[in-house]
């Protein structure tokens, strides 16, 4: 058969020489009708086909149509019609005969992949004494399909590494993870003479399909597997290739995406994994939607590529990895140059700014007028109350403003906020808090910087007003001590102390000039409401503060000179002479401290009323006395009420006998002085006389009408009214007081004004 000097004849077989056996006398179709062709047979034997089915062709002709045959040929698991009489095989007589057995056995002979089957209605005998020839036949067909098999697999060898070369140089010139993944199931579809393909690669304890080619179903696209799910899962679990020939029967995987190979027609799968520096990264798989069986040469190329694929994978999340590092610095730096840009802004502004604090100046209209002019916006500046402190440019309208920060709640924002005005504008809104406490917000209207710039000069301009608060609160907190300080040695201070604080209250601009009244008071049950509550000793201070501040800030009937708190005592001056008026500044006080606290009690003591700073340590001791007198008695609470009580409740070392008789007998002497009167007198006789007007005008040997003339003079100037019971004994007990001291004085050599 490897004879040189064979000739091609159109196609058909090579011709040889003839064997021993020939009979040149009979040529090809000459045979008599019913006669085996041996001889041709052999003949055709001595010739090389180029194809199979042009070797099975040859075999057909060769029998002629007296003798009709059929040459069959098994692909994978099914045999099919090669050249012949029969239209199809029947798979059951040759699956029997490939095992021989079956009816096919007498007529038919079968080797490797072929079958030559004579026609039934040749004789069982004639077929019999030639099945050698038969199955040489048979052998010969395979040979030629051998051949033609090689021939083929050298050009698809060939081919396939040229494939092999292009797919490298296609997937490993991708960058973008993505565009490789795609590159990566496009080819090897191709190559794998497959018609789904899909990468899934592994992320954590799962596989993910991150790129897919030829499925029908979406969710193909983005099937998830663990292991031992599926034939992906299988490959995650045990590390190695994959191969099913019958997807829905094979017993080696799981039932997790049966319907789903269903809806696709699955019938064949192989997945190989994807390892990097021996870890497993993912998974290549393909499907067929006809049953085959996978070769070892798919396999191989499959490995292949896989090879491939974890390279390009690799490279393409380097890539990734690195482009992302790339525009993270890239993004870092331009964050970096828009911060530094910002902070020159913001430096100039806050350096604008600061100045303005420290020129101690019209802060809120120098901020907005700066803040404005700097970054061209409107601004305004607005107080806790709802106020427009300063606005920029003046011409601002702000009509609608306080509505669009405020909002429906009425409250000034408590951070930071961005909003849109009305007009649609943006506004930028920044509270002004010092010490926990809001005194405000700046706001920025439109402007044309960036976003940024906005926010970080809004709350630049915000804290410079912050610091102006605490600037003015820190100045008020030492004026405030050092007005505490100023009473408390004007009241309990040596006479150095007293008269050094006269002085320092006419440098600080304080008035003690005219009456002045001590009002005392005792904060009685704190504690108590301390422990109630929970408080700790601070927040009890804080109950004690807001009193204090409560009373400075009471300015009806008159506000106070000099307020202070000492535990839980209040102190104050308030410039009041009439006794009216220092009862209505109590009530006044006590709605205060129930503002403070419901449950709080205060109780009070007002001295009587003093022009010369030199007598306010002795109005203190009056208020204190006029405060145990408002304890015990519970209703008097002045000084200037309490009658003989101040004797009872003042100090057993020293009553208060002179300011006792001087406030009833001093304005009636006076009058008798300068009007040489006789009230002294009269009302010394009207006490004689039992009270009565009529009797002590017949002694007096006046009218009983200028007798009740006086007495009403006497009530106008020493505020007793006589028809009271408690006023007439304060009087009386103030006469013969003073008739005793003027008694004791002449005793001593001392000249008194005459009794009457």
Known sequence: MDDPSRSRHGGGPQTAQRSPRSHEATPFGTMPNGAFPVERLWDLLATLPDTAAAAAEAVVTAFGSSLPVTVFHRHDLDWSVLAGSKARADQTELTALECAAGPLMPRAATVGNVAVVVDAAVPDEMVAAHRTLLAQLCVWIDLTAQAHASTEEFAALDDEAEVMRTVA?????????????LNITTQTLRMSDSDICGVFLREGEELRMRSCAGHRVIDTARLRMKKGQGVAGLVFETG??????????????SKDFMSLAEQEATRSALAVP???????IGVL????????????????????LADLATIAIENGRLYDAQRATVDELDNTRISLERQLRLLNRSSTLQHSLIEIVLANSAVTSSVARTVGTELGCDVAIISDTGEIEATFPRTFDTADLLDDVAGRNGALPKRATKLVARDGRTIWAHPVVAAENQYGAVCLIGGNEDAEIMEVACGQAAMVCSLTQLQQRAASAARAEALDQLLWDLVEGTPEQRSAARSRTHQMGIRLKGFHRVFYGVLENTDTIAAQEGWTTSAADALRRNVLNGVRGCTTPAPMTLTSVRGNWIVALAPIKDRERARALLDELNKVTARCHPDLHITWGVSSARSDPGDYPAAFGEAKTAHAASRRLGTVSMYDELGIVRLLLGSSDNPDLQGFIKEVTEPLL?????????????????????????DAAERLFVHPKTLAYRLELIRKLTNLDLSQHSDRMRADLALRLLQVTEAVSDLDGQSHPPFG
């Open 169 to 181: 140089h296609q997937i490993l010139s991708a960058h973008d993870l993505d565009q490789v993944l």
């Open 240 to 253: 190695k290739v994959a191969k099913i020939d019958s997807y829905l029967q094979d017993a080696t995987i």
């Open 274 to 280: 994807l390892v990097v520096h021996g870890d497993m």
């Open 285 to 304: 798989e393909v499907w067929r939607r006809r049953y085959s069986s996978f070769t070892d040469r798919d396999v191989r190329r499959l490995v292949a």
């Open 670 to 694: 006076q009058y008798d002085q300068q009007s040489d009167g006789s009230l002294l007198k009269t009302l010394r006789t009207f006490f004689d006389a039992n009270c009565s007007q009529k």
